[in-house]
């Protein structure tokens, strides 16, 4: 199946076809989305979220606890608890559990979450640590059902999760190639993943859907928002907010910036995109309207004259770099 999440294909014809129609009925529609609704009560809510790193262990708690803390928050959701499960290669230092430990707890401290049981194995059939959590919420929030014409709206910087990760992993390597104070702003955009501060305060979640980035980058971010809703949708790649490290290190490592994992962006729908923008740019985020839901099945990318099609999401392009195993 390859590396990262199972493949489009994967998932709808051997994933969630087998499963009959009363059993997923508070999935969605399972791709792209990692929230779940309880069928008998709707108000409550469940994300789950796991990471895998075989060269960098010590980071696998921070970036799994925000990819799972965004899929509650933007879902409207109100956290009631968090469960962590850690499996690891049976010659691991204890170390390292307690490692991960520490900063759960520091987490959940801080913004008041309890934690809801501990699972840690051993096992000989591993080769990395794995970090899962699964996160409990609550919601009064009624899903948002967008319509063609709406707007596509921006918030955050593209690639910035696979920038943060890289720079931290290769930092040595990409000493030898960038000045300092380049890095330095790779390495500050791990202090921007949290959904929390973009999301606290939020007014408008009857009026807007929220759809988080995650592995795959933007276009996999956009694919799945078209499955979401079924509907079509055209955006302009020019009007996608990127960083100058994103682009320069993706260069270094001959990555494509729009398929790296996008951590601490989203996707907001609107049927009023620029107060939206322009409410979040007052904010201190960057925001932009970058497309909009059509009527049409086509997801199409423009790029000044140029038009292509977006194709199934692809393998993150992280994993070319040996990051993560």
Same mark, same amino acid.
């Given at each position: 199946?390859?590396?990262?999440r199972?493949?489009y294909?994967?998932l709808?014809?051997?994933v969630?076809?087998?499963?009959?129609?009363?059993?997923?009925? %508070?999935m969605?529609?399972?791709?792209g989305?990692q929230?779940a609704?309880e069928?008998?009560?709707p108000?409550r809510?469940?994300?789950?979220?796991?990471?895998?790193?075989?060269?960098?262990?010590?980071?696998?708690?921070?970036?799994?606890f925000?990819r799972?803390?965004?899929?509650?928050l933007a879902?409207?959701?109100?956290?009631?608890g968090i469960r962590p499960s850690?499996?690891f290669?049976?010659?691991?230092?204890?170390?390292?559990a307690?490692?991960?430990?520490?900063?759960?707890?520091?987490f959940?401290?801080?913004r008041n979450?309890p934690?809801?049981?501990?699972s840690?194995s051993g096992?000989?059939?591993v080769?990395a640590p794995?970090?899962?959590l699964?996160?409990?919420?609550?919601?009064?929030?009624p899903?948002v059902?967008?319509?063609?014409g709406w707007?596509?709206?921006?918030?955050?910087?593209?690639?910035?999760?696979?920038?943060?990760?890289?720079? %931290?992993?290769a930092?040595d390597e990409?000493?030898?190639?960038f000045?300092?104070?380049?890095l330095?702003?790779?390495l500050?955009m791990e202090?921007?993943i949290?959904a929390?501060p973009m999301?606290?305060?939020f007014?408008?979640?009857?009026?807007v859907?929220?759809?988080p980035?995650?592995e795959?980058?933007?276009?996999?971010?956009?694919?799945?928002?078209?499955?979401?809703?079924?509907?079509?949708l055209?955006v302009?790649?020019?009007d996608?907010?990127?960083?100058q490290?994103?682009?320069e290190?993706?260069?270094?490592?001959g990555?494509?910036?729009y398929q790296?994992a996008?951590?601490?962006?989203?996707l907001?729908?609107?049927q009023?995109?620029?107060?939206?923008?322009?409410?979040?740019?007052?904010?201190g985020f960057?925001?932009?309207?970058?497309?909009?839901?059509t009527d049409?099945?086509?997801?199409?990318?423009?790029n000044?004259e140029?038009?292509r099609?977006?194709d199934?999401?692809a393998?993150?392009?992280?994993y070319k770099?040996?990051?993560e195993v």
């Amino acid at each position: 199946m390859g590396q990262g999440r199972a493949p489009y294909n994967v998932l709808k014809r051997s994933v969630l076809r087998p499963l009959s129609a009363g059993l997923k009925a %508070g999935m969605g529609d399972g791709i792209g989305q990692q929230v779940a609704r309880e069928a008998a009560d709707p108000r409550r809510i469940t994300a789950s979220s796991c990471r895998i790193f075989g060269k960098w262990p010590e980071a696998a708690l921070r970036f799994t606890f925000w990819r799972t803390e965004q899929e509650i928050l933007a879902s409207g959701g109100q956290w009631t608890g968090i469960r962590p499960s850690f499996l690891f290669p049976h010659q691991t230092e204890e170390a390292l559990a307690a490692v991960w430990m520490r900063e759960l707890n520091a987490f959940c401290q801080d913004r008041n979450i309890p934690v809801l049981g501990v699972s840690v194995s051993g096992s000989a059939a591993v080769t990395a640590p794995i970090c899962q959590l699964t996160g409990y919420g609550t919601t009064a929030i009624p899903p948002v059902h967008p319509a063609p014409g709406w707007d596509i709206v921006a918030v955050g910087h593209v690639g910035m999760e696979g920038t943060a990760l890289l720079a %931290g992993w290769a930092r040595d390597e990409l000493e030898r190639r960038f000045t300092q104070s380049f890095l330095s702003g790779a390495l500050e955009m791990e202090s921007g993943i949290s959904a929390e501060p973009m999301l606290t305060g939020f007014d408008k979640w009857d009026q807007v859907l929220i759809h988080p980035l995650g592995e795959g980058g933007i276009l996999a971010g956009l694919w799945n928002l078209a499955e979401r809703t079924g509907l079509g949708l055209t955006v302009r790649l020019r009007d996608i907010p990127i960083r100058q490290e994103t682009v320069e290190i993706c260069e270094y490592f001959g990555l494509n910036p729009y398929q790296l994992a996008s951590g601490g962006m989203a996707l907001l729908v609107s049927q009023k995109g620029e107060e939206l923008a322009r409410e979040f740019r007052q904010r201190g985020f960057c925001s932009q309207v970058m497309g909009k839901l059509t009527d049409q099945r086509e997801r199409v990318v423009e790029n000044g004259e140029d038009k292509r099609f977006l194709d199934r999401p692809a393998p993150d392009e992280i994993y070319k770099t040996g990051l993560e195993v």
